[in-house]
């Protein structure tokens, strides 16, 4: 076989085995099928969209490649630990593992509650942590693995004009916690790298659309060099490359994809 024809394959995940938290909709949801479509069977947790997930799934098996769906809350540690017990019964290993579940608890800081203030950093970073620990200790043993978060341009800047520091904090963290395994788990041949998207289109992005067209428009939009706020789509290529063998001298990088917003 030529150097050509061997880079015909540099992208492939056949046979690969992966995890997508929050995996039923929106980014979660591209990156799931984005994996499946180049070969990878896939476990997508949801905490409650079971249905959602499940339909997800369904559509994974009929392109050709195994799916199943996991109920659990990657903030409580009992779940996450029962979840990859589950994937690793079904499919004996874990090669690559998406952290995309998330939330967003909007509010001026002087008046947020520290219920809410735990609550995000539980979901957006000790969920990270948690997932990426358990997940980890199987790649250990298995000496390889790919780990992606999915952070946010959120944690190299304040974005405006909603406030909702816990959040940037929160992710922020994501990108040190993508470093610091990163550096740990080199020795183990596990990769660790984390994306930070802009503005996207999603459910959330719609409701903000709708009651803030404005906002979107004017100053989401028109912040990005691009002149446009991205897609669930647009994530996927990074998603693959990072999760394939394409990627395998990069790790405890941070890929910002956010059509140049954080350029100015």
Known sequence: MTAIENYKGI???????????????GIGKALAEGLAAHGADVAIIVQSTVDRGRAVADGIRAAGRDAMVVKADVSKEADVAR????????WGRIDIL?????IVIPGNAEDYALEDWRRTMSV??????LVSRAVGRQMIRQKSGSIISVGSMSGRIVNWPFRHAAYNVSKAGVHM???CLATEWAEHNIRVNALAPGYIRTELTDEVLREHPDVVNNQWAKGAVQNRIGTVEELVGAT???????????TGEIITIDGGLTLR
Request: glycine fraction near 10%; avoid cysteine.
């Open 240 to 250: 693959v490359y990072l999760a394939s063998d394409a990627a395998s001298f990069t």
């Open 177 to 179: 916690l993508t470093k």
């Open 124 to 129: 957006n970073l000790d969920g990270v942590f």
């Open 83 to 90: 979840m990859a017990d589950e994937v690793v019964a079904r």
């Open 98 to 102: 998406v952290n995309n579940a998330g």
């Open 11 to 25: 992208f492939s995940l056949t046979g690969k085995k992966a995890i997508v938290t929050g995996g039923s909709r």
